[in-house]
């Protein structure tokens, strides 16, 4: 079974959520069930649901618990907090997915994670997530108790969570398709095509190697300066160019003669 507490989301755009989600029959949506979320109150949850193991989700920890002033930088009240929270986590075989904000620094990972150092000691695994823009996949980093792991990129709308892959293969993919869109059948340098496909050049070359030795693109020149390789689209079979044509025309022309 999954529990969610809601102490974060507006009940309209909850609703919505709601609507929009394939909601299993074992799942079961607490909002706001009071006003500040005590320890006990979850473990009477718990134990109402009558399940051996389950998932646990607080969102937010802030909107649940309340904490006043500083209470949250600190190890005696939040750090406390957490780990009574993963102590009734490890008595109930339950896993809980504590919600928790960022702070508003440009880093990245537990880097980014707002409040006392006991936010990255106590938990098992800590999920970090950053969309900087909504029309775009998201990254989600995963650190802690586990094996290390590569940044993966997740694209979340209202109606769908999607796993595209970790964050160097959806970027080597976005790379080659921009790539391959500007591409020509006449051979241009790599600079060029990374002018046009607006990406930098050091990784235009390398995405055009793997994507000449994945028979991808077609290739010329020497590759020196000077006499540059000149990258193109592939020509398929019977479909021959202006110049390979007129070249032929030649040919036949010469031998008449």
């Given at each position: ?17 709601i609507?929009?989600?394939?909601v ?5 949506i607490?909002n ?20 051996s193991?389950?998932?646990?989700v ?12 500083k ?7 939040a750090?406390?907090l ?29 880097d ?10 106590a938990?098992?695994?800590i999920?970090t997530?950053s ?8 990254t ?35 790379d ?23 990406l ?22 020497g590759?020196?300066?000077g ?31």
């Amino acid at each position: 079974p999954t529990v969610y507490l809601n102490h974060e989301m507006p009940d309209d755009y909850l609703q919505l959520l709601i609507r929009s989600a394939e909601v299993p029959a074992n799942a079961f949506i607490f909002n706001r069930p009071e006003p500040i979320l005590r320890l006990e109150t979850i473990e009477g949850i718990i134990s109402k649901v009558g399940s051996s193991k389950g998932l646990l989700v607080i969102d937010s920890f802030r909107g649940a618990f309340k904490l006043t002033g500083k209470a949250e930088n600190l190890a005696g009240e939040a750090g406390v907090l957490l780990r009574r929270l993963q102590d009734l986590a490890i008595a109930k075989s339950w896993f809980v997915l504590l919600v928790h904000h960022g702070n508003r620094s440009s880093t990245e990972g537990t880097d980014s994670i707002s409040g006392t150092g006991d936010w990255i000691a106590a938990p098992d695994v800590i999920l970090t997530w950053s969309r900087p823009r909504a029309t775009e996949p998201g990254t989600l980093y995963l650190e802690g108790r586990i094996p290390p792991s590569d940044p993966l990129a997740v694209k979340v709308t209202v109606e769908e969570c999607a796993f595209l892959g970790t964050v160097k293969e959806t970027k080597e993919a976005s790379d080659k398709e921009a790539i391959d869109t500007v591409l020509t059948e006449e051979g241009q340098s790599a600079d060029a095509i990374a002018l046009a496909a607006g990406l930098p050049p050091g990784t235009v070359r390398v995405r055009l190697e793997t994507m000449f030795k994945d028979r991808l693109v077609e290739r010329s020149g020497g590759g020196k300066r000077g006499y540059p390789h000149l990258w193109s689209k592939i020509i398929p079979q019977g479909n021959s160019s202006l110049a390979a044509e007129t070249k032929s025309a030649e040919v036949r022309w010469t031998s008449e003669l």
